[in-house]
């Protein structure tokens, strides 16, 4: 007899339905899955096969052929689980069939019966919801992040058993009632506050600025004094998502399965510090199984490579694309996957190996070979795409005025303030202006323009290079209050450009 139940996939951060097919018939017993399915989806039958037996159920002594619908898509994870079992339950007869109209099955089967959490449930359900569905159900575990799609009625479950017995009108499982309220609206955030920080004007305004427009920064300096501290102080100063960033942002979460190490209400911008061993793949996704990557993980929010200079050079370089573009597109031989990535980029480094190259009253005891090459890690294109470098000076070395350091608090409000003309300028961060928005309706006078172009022409500035300070200083005028970009706002952003290797 022929049963199908419905279930859905992960494909990149995007699911998509898929249709459960199960024949039982006269044959050699055995459990055969078709439709192009990964290793994880081939397992189920082991999976499922206990979790039937172990639920009190007979696994038909027949030839069991589960084909997954539409057989041209891959399909990987373990989520199938619950569909396939149920699927045959009713195919041997052993439940009716009428109460899996309009229902998602979700989950992964233990040996025991019980179900576990799947990541991506939030995509699943979606992509389920987008195919009619009226009912979902889920492991308990994800029944909180599968609220999040509305129009459906979420069901959580613990057992195959009590799935089977709801689907039999013995018992009800009970509908998930979403908590209207934000689960963190405050969350303490482990971010430094800039009151801590002493001295370093030019840094932390820096920092403000590259906050404000979401530009690229670099802070480099010798070790100790404080680089990573005022990095690490950004993720205080970012404003709040919006309701819309903060559902995308959930659903990637989701399916990288990082989703319960954040409220999945929560406005909070992602923050993410990968050590610098990390393999390429692990900072901008892929594998047969294609996971977001941190790249991805820090879209809307910031993405911070301490000891920049220590990453794989490789994995600093896959790092441009989605820096130019937004998004991590990954080949495949099934076709191309695109991952959302925009993120703001912070950067700390030390000059050189020793760390006191260029220092004022220190000496660098590197070599020159080794200095240059330990420099040309952060190669010229990745250089290119920084908006403003910072080198910072020794605490000790008088900058700064002494003196109460302002608190992140009120940084962040003038922050806030910028965000929101951006967002009603152009709907989105200064750092994504595109070139001629720049020049055309960005507020740039004449005089600024002249000056931008001058002084491309004084430094021998490339063309990518000036859209960037525009941008950086268009940001400046913003944190200002003023609708009009200054010639000072282009001197002042040109002025933290990323200067040509010292040698
Ligand atoms: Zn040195």
Not at 73 to 88: C, S, V
Not at 221 to 235: C, D, E, S, Y
Not at 441 to 460: I, N
């Amino acid at each position: 007899m022929l049963a199908n139940a419905l279930s859905a996939s992960i494909m990149g951060v995007d699911g998509m339905p898929v249709r459960v097919e199960v024949d039982v018939a006269f044959g050699l017993p055995g459990l055969t899955i078709v439709g192009l399915a990964g290793s994880a989806v081939l397992e189920a039958r082991e999976r499922v096969r206990a979790a039937l037996r172990n639920s009190g159920f007979e696994v038909p002594s027949r030839r069991i052929t589960v084909n997954l619908a539409p057989a041209g898509l891959p399909k990987e994870g373990t989520g199938h689980d619950l569909a396939i079992a149920t699927a045959i339950l009713v195919a041997s007869n052993q439940l009716d069939g009428s109460g899996l109209a309009r229902t998602a099955l979700i989950g992964e089967l233990a040996l025991d019966g019980s179900l576990r959490p799947v990541p991506g449930a939030m995509a699943l359900v979606a992509a389920a919801a987008g195919a009619g569905i009226a009912q979902a159900i889920v492991p308990a575990e994800n029944a909180a992040e599968s609220a999040m799609v509305g129009g459906v009625t979420i069901r959580p479950a613990a057992r195959l058993g009590q799935v089977v017995r709801h689907l039999a009108g013995v018992e009800t499982l009970r509908a998930h009632r979403a908590n209207p309220q934000r689960a963190d609206p405050d969350a303490p955030i482990d971010a430094p506050d800039l009151v801590s920080v002493i001295g370093q004007r030019v840094a932390r305004r820096a920092l403000e600025i590259a906050v404000a427009g979401r530009h690229n920064l670099a802070l480099t300096g010798p070790p100790g004094v404080g680089k990573t501290l005022l990095a690490r102080a950004a993720a205080a100063l970012l404003p709040p998502l919006t309701e819309v960033e903060a559902a995308e942002v959930s659903r990637i979460h989701s399916v990288a399965g990082v989703a319960d190490a954040r409220a999945t209400t929560s406005l909070r911008r992602p923050f993410r510090v990968p050590h610098h061993t990390i393999s390429t793949q692990a900072l901008v996704g892929g594998g047969p199984r294609i996971r977001p990557g941190e790249a991805s993980l820090a879209h809307r929010g910031a993405l911070l490579l301490d000891e920049a200079l220590q990453f794989r050079s490789d994995a600093l370089d896959a790092l441009r694309g989605p820096i130019d573009a937004g998004i991590v597109t990954i080949a495949r031989v099934d076709g191309v996957v695109a991952l959302p990535a925009r993120f703001m980029l912070l950067a700390t480094y030390n000059p050189c190996p020793c760390g006191w190259f260029g220092i004022t009253g220190r000496d660098c005891n590197c070599e020159d070979g080794v200095r240059r090459r330990y420099q040309a890690r952060l190669s010229g294109p990745m250089r290119d795409r920084l908006d403003l470098v910072v080198p910072l000076e020794s605490a000790t070395s008088g900058h700064g005025a002494p003196g109460a350091a302002e608190a992140s608090a009120r940084v962040a409000e003038r922050i806030a303030a910028a965000d929101a003309v951006q967002r009603r300028r152009a709907g989105a961060p200064n750092a994504e202006l595109s070139p001629d928005r720049i020049s055309r309706s960005a507020g740039f006078g004449p005089d600024a323009l002249a000056t931008l172009e001058a002084r491309g022409r004084q430094l021998g500035l490339s063309l990518r290079r000036l859209h960037r300070a525009g941008r950086v200083a268009r940001t400046i005028a913003d944190l200002d209050g003023r609708d009009a970009v200054s010639t000072q706002d282009v001197d002042e952003a040109i002025a933290f450009r990323p200067k040509e290797l010292a040698s």
